[in-house]
């Protein structure tokens, strides 16, 4: 499993762990590009999380993906194994404005 694998694994388990709805969009090229690689909602909140491993940084096409949410009202994240606990952090303080 690749370190970045882990990463998308390890978010999963915490989404499942708190019953959020999710997936991950397939990347086979018939797509757009530059999509975050787990989507979901929680609580009615649109979410998208872009994981990479060390210091692996989003491609612009990524960082325009992810502002566009936030621009929409989503929350949108960039995850790796030094900030996973970011995605629960992100869910907790939503309940907290609901």
Not at 31 to 56: H, L, N, S, T, W
Not at 88 to 95: F, G, S, Y
Request: charged share 25%; hydrophobic share 40%; net charge neutral.
């Amino acid at each position: 499993m690749t370190p970045e694998a882990k990463v998308k694994k390890a978010v999963r388990q915490t989404l499942d762990a708190l019953g959020v709805y999710h997936f991950s969009p397939a990347a086979n090229g018939y797509g757009r590009m530059g999509i975050p690689d787990i989507i979901g909602c929680y609580r009615g909140r649109f979410f998208a999380v872009e994981c990479k491993a060390g210091r692996g940084k989003p491609t612009e096409l990524q960082l325009l993906e992810l502002e566009h949410i936030r621009e929409a009202g989503g929350i949108a994240l960039v995850v790796n194994e030094a900030n996973l606990h970011d995605v629960r952090k992100a869910l907790e303080e939503l309940n907290e404005t609901l």
